[in-house]
């Protein structure tokens, strides 16, 4: 079964920094799509940014020009930095991969304090 695990969350100032990590159990090569979601206390899951096998990108505008997706295929990784953090991109920030059927890691809590 494929799986997806998530690294990097935790506790950080506003304008501060951190980068997630996902790594997943099959070859890159074979997903189509990888990126990221999250949920914010008393919010739906909303997507934050995704990215396809041929490098087309998609950012939620609430992250354009703070957040940077990327994947490493040869290392079955897709990754996530974060900069200029605030308050509101606190959530839990789950991968998510698109083999044909969507797969979603356990997700990886991100909290911003002012």
């Known amino acids: 079964q494929v799986q997806l695990v998530e690294s990097g969350g935790g506790l950080v100032q506003a304008g501060g920094s951190l980068r997630l990590s996902c790594v997943a159990s099959?070859?890159?090569?074979?997903?189509?799509?990888m990126g990221w979601y999250r949920q914010g206390p008393g919010k739906q899951r909303e997507l934050v940014a995704v990215m396809a096998i041929g490098g087309g990108v998609n950012y939620a505008d609430s992250v354009k020009g703070r957040f940077t997706i990327s994947r490493d295929n040869a290392k079955n990784t897709v990754y996530l930095q974060m900069n200029s953090l605030k308050p509101e991109d606190t959530a839990v920030y789950y991968c998510y991969s698109n083999t044909g059927y969507s797969l979603w890691g356990q997700g990886t809590q991100v909290t911003v304090f002012s």
């Open positions: 099959i070859s890159a090569f074979s997903i189509n799509v």
